[in-house]
């Protein structure tokens, strides 16, 4: 086109380009272009290139309005935490996961919403505003086992992706990291220090992630050649305090205990409380290692014992899954999206605790 001269395509002069434009130039569909923007994985790399090209020498712009009208979408998602205010703004967990979600979805220039769901008119109230249309997807995280909401969001025809799962068997997406190898990796690394009797505070038992913690220690406790003793496993919540009232039960069943395996570390803060009061010291009489390698491990005193898992990385991938489900095309499949599915590798970081 020669300097000057008018630009008319499709009887517009001086048109903002259109999609259509660029699926012409491209020589693809529209609805590869579409995908190619949205960021779907599903597109060759030839045809990413050739619609790159032609969206350079148009200088499409997306409309990001008539790209929410035309395909019904919102951009936005929403975060679900099944938890009460003062556990998800004060533990390391959920500030983490939050973190993950958040930039991942800022670089994808959509809006976080945060709900926490505590009741069941609560959680009644948000399938009533899902079923609405207001947000694109959701992603879960504490999810326990008998939760009907993942089942509820995916009826409506939502895409959902979880952080964690409730059962081996989970129907769902999920992207969790490797609890079974969490408990095996502590219950190993106190057996290779000597300890003998290696207890666990687990968390909730109606959860996938306490259990398969709880699955990890009895697996390390049996490579260790280390008989199972019900006395030294106490279940909790996953909080300070049922850190603390956990590791008072084992002291009383099991007195003789040289080290406490918990699956968290926020119940291995309340722990150590309970062993400071009790005249235990750590790591001298008991050993102790936690879950997360939070702030809260770092901090200690001594410094926690704790199993890794990518806590903000979980937030990013769990993001990433879904904003690819939200891109694919009405009806393309069970099998579109990539995988549906992701464990994330964990690894134990010693301190002075163990």
Not at 84 to 107: H, M, Q
Not at 162 to 175: D, K, L
């Amino acid at each position: 086109m020669h300097e000057g001269s008018a630009r008319v395509v499709s009887g517009r002069q001086n048109g903002r380009p259109t999609l259509e434009e660029v699926a012409a130039l491209a020589g693809v569909g529209r609805g590869t272009v579409s995908r190619v923007i949205n960021g779907s994985p599903r597109v060759s790399e030839q045809a990413r290139a050739a619609v790159a090209r032609a969206v350079a020498e148009l200088g499409y712009v997306p409309n990001q309005a008539a790209r929410a009208l035309a395909g019904s979408r919102t951009d936005a998602v929403a975060l679900v935490i099944p938890e009460t205010e003062a556990r998800v703004f004060s533990e390391p967990y959920f500030l983490d996961l939050i973190r993950g979600v958040s930039a991942e979805l800022a670089e994808a220039d959509k809006q976080l919403l945060l709900t926490l769901v505590r009741t069941e008119a609560e959680r009644q109230r948000f399938e009533h505003y899902l079923a609405a249309q207001r947000v694109d997807g959701v992603l879960l995280a504490s999810v326990h086992g008998d939760d009907p909401l993942p089942d509820r969001i995916a009826d409506l025809g939502l895409p959902v992706v979880m952080n964690g799962r409730r059962s081996e068997a989970e129907p769902v997406a999920y992207v969790d990291s490797d609890n079974i190898g969490a408990g095996r990796a502590a219950v190993a690394h106190l057996a290779g220090r000597g300890r003998r009797r290696i207890a666990t505070i687990t968390g909730p038992l109606d959860m996938y992630v306490a259990r398969a913690r709880l699955g990890g220690y009895r697996a390390g406790l049996t490579e260790a050649g280390i008989a199972p003793d019900e006395s030294l496993v106490a279940t909790a919540d996953f909080t300070e305090e049922g850190g603390r009232r956990a590791m008072r039960e084992l002291l009383e069943h099991a007195p003789g205990l040289d080290a406490v395996f918990a699956a968290s570390d926020v119940m291995a803060a309340g722990a150590r409380g309970v062993l400071r009061e009790a005249g235990r010291r750590i790591p001298e009489d008991v050993a102790l290692v936690g879950v997360d390698d939070s702030a809260v491990a770092r901090l200690m005193d001594p410094p926690l014992t704790s199993v890794r898992q990518p806590i903000e990385e979980m937030g990013r991938t769990m993001t990433r899954l879904l904003l690819q489900k939200v891109a694919e095309d009405p009806g393309a499949g069970p099998a579109a999206g990539g995988e549906q599915r992701r464990v994330l590798p964990t690894e134990l970081i010693v301190r002075d605790s163990s």
